[in-house]
């Protein structure tokens, strides 16, 4: 059964650091990988979509990379600003056809 | 575009009683699915449909939770009878389902249901 971690549960960084959020997943046979971000009262948002394939997706000041044989993803946000602060979760797929399997998150800070 | 709607936002019940949530999704998405999102933890689907046939209810309890599409548009899930466990963010995503499993999930904002 898969299984998909993210530690910290949460963490506070001041504005302009750069973020550093981390997924590990226990099956390696993945289909895709995403990171979305959920703000307070408000559903989620797609940020990345990384299938298997592929070692990392871009998008703006954000950039994912993916490690499928160590089990591992990597969010990179750049120069961090207030508007960041929410809650970024990532979820695997096993298959085309199969469902999302979410981690629990990690909360975000960031400090004016 | 209007994104997926859902309603109520809030709902609280005492344990026993019953409850339903009612989803519209993004027009044109044959693919909807119900997440049930505990504190503290990431969505678990509960169900996914493509246009009206069911595609996965593995993790739905089917003893208290139902859930319909009817003419493959909108859709309700309905808990009877609650527990105090189903307090939860109950969300409804949908998708344009000709992705191949790529396509990306758009969620509604969710009702928030609190089980006293």
């Known amino acids: 059964k898969q299984e998909v971690t993210q530690i910290p549960a949460a963490l506070s960084v001041p504005e302009g650091e750069n973020l550093v959020l981390n997924c590990s997943f226990t099956d390696s046979a993945i289909y895709n990988l995403q990171w979305f971000r959920q703000d307070p009262g408000k559903g989620l948002t797609s940020l990345l979509l990384?299938?298997?394939?592929?070692r990392e997706q871009t998008s703006g000041r954000l950039n994912a990379s993916l490690d499928k044989s160590s089990g591992r993803s990597t969010l990179y946000i750049a120069a961090s600003q207030p508007g960041d602060s929410a809650t970024y979760l990532c979820?695997?797929?096993?298959?085309?056809?199969?469902?999302?399997?979410f981690g629990a998150g990690t909360q975000v800070v960031v400090t004016p | 575009e209007a994104g997926v709607a859902q309603s109520p936002r809030y709902k609280i019940i005492e344990k026993r009683q019953s409850v339903a949530f009612w989803c519209n999704p993004i027009?044109?998405?044959?693919?909807l699915y119900w997440y049930q999102q505990i504190l503290g933890q990431g969505p678990k689907l509960l169900i996914q449909f493509q246009n009206n046939g069911v595609v996965d209810d593995s993790q739905l309890p089917k003893d208290r939770f139902s859930a319909e599409r009817l003419k493959g548009v909108d859709s309700t899930l309905k808990i009877q009878p609650a527990k105090l466990e189903d307090s939860a963010v109950y969300l409804c995503?949908?998708?344009?389902?000709?992705?191949?499993?790529?396509?990306?999930?758009?969620f509604g904002p969710g009702t928030r249901l609190l089980v006293l």
């Open positions: 995503a949908s998708s344009s389902g000709r992705g191949m499993g790529r396509e990306t999930q758009y």
């Open positions: 979820a695997v797929k096993g298959s085309s056809w199969g469902k999302l399997q």
């Open positions: 027009s044109g998405h044959a693919t």
């Open positions: 990384i299938q298997s394939s592929q």
